[in-house]
C-alpha cells in the first residue's frame, strides 16, 4: 500500500462511501485532502462529519449519541471478520475469488474503565472455506463471551 496509496490520512481517497470513481476524480482535479474540498460538494451525513472532523481536528459526534447508547449498558461486543479472496482457489470446494473467512475476533467494550477486552482466532486450515467453519466459530465465541 505505502507505494500505491496516498499517504495522508486525510487524503480525498479515504473519503467514506465515496465511490472510486468520485474519489480519484476529485484526487486527479488537484484536490487532495479532505480538507479541501469544495464547500458546494455533495457528501452524505458520514461523509460531512468527516470532513467537520478534519476541519477540527477533533472527533465529531452528533448531539443524539448519548441518548441512542442509552439502551446499550453493561457488555456491549462485536464481531470482526478477516477473510481473503483468492484468485486461484487453494481450499477443496472454493471457487476463484470467493471470499472466505480466514479469522475471527471477538471484542468487548465496558464503559466504567474504557477497556476493551478481545479474542481471536484464525479458522483451522482444514475447516477454511467449509460450511462447518461458521459453526466451530461459533461455539468458541460462545464459550469465551459467557
Request: proline share 7%; aromatic share 10%.
Amino acid at each position: 500500500m505505502n507505494r500505491c496509496w496516498p499517504h495522508e490520512p486525510d487524503s480525498v481517497l479515504r473519503i467514506h462511501g465515496l465511490s472510486y470513481d468520485k474519489r480519484f476524480d476529485l484526487f486527479d482535479a488537484g484536490t487532495r485532502s479532505i480538507k479541501n474540498l469544495p464547500a458546494t460538494y455533495k457528501l452524505n451525513a458520514v461523509q460531512q462529519r468527516q470532513r467537520r472532523s478534519w476541519a477540527t481536528g477533533a472527533l465529531v459526534l452528533e448531539p443524539t449519541v448519548a441518548e441512542e447508547l442509552v439502551p446499550y449498558q453493561g457488555r456491549l461486543g462485536f464481531l470482526d471478520f478477516e477473510s481473503v479472496a483468492r484468485a486461484v482457489p487453494v481450499w477443496a470446494g472454493t471457487r476463484p475469488w470467493e471470499q472466505i473467512g480466514v479469522q475471527f475476533s471477538y471484542h468487548e467494550g465496558r464503559s466504567a474503565d474504557r477497556t476493551r477486552t478481545g479474542s481471536s482466532w484464525p479458522s483451522p486450515a482444514r475447516t477454511r472455506g467449509r460450511p462447518s467453519r461458521s459453526a466451530s466459530w461459533r461455539s468458541r465465541a460462545t464459550r469465551t463471551a459467557s
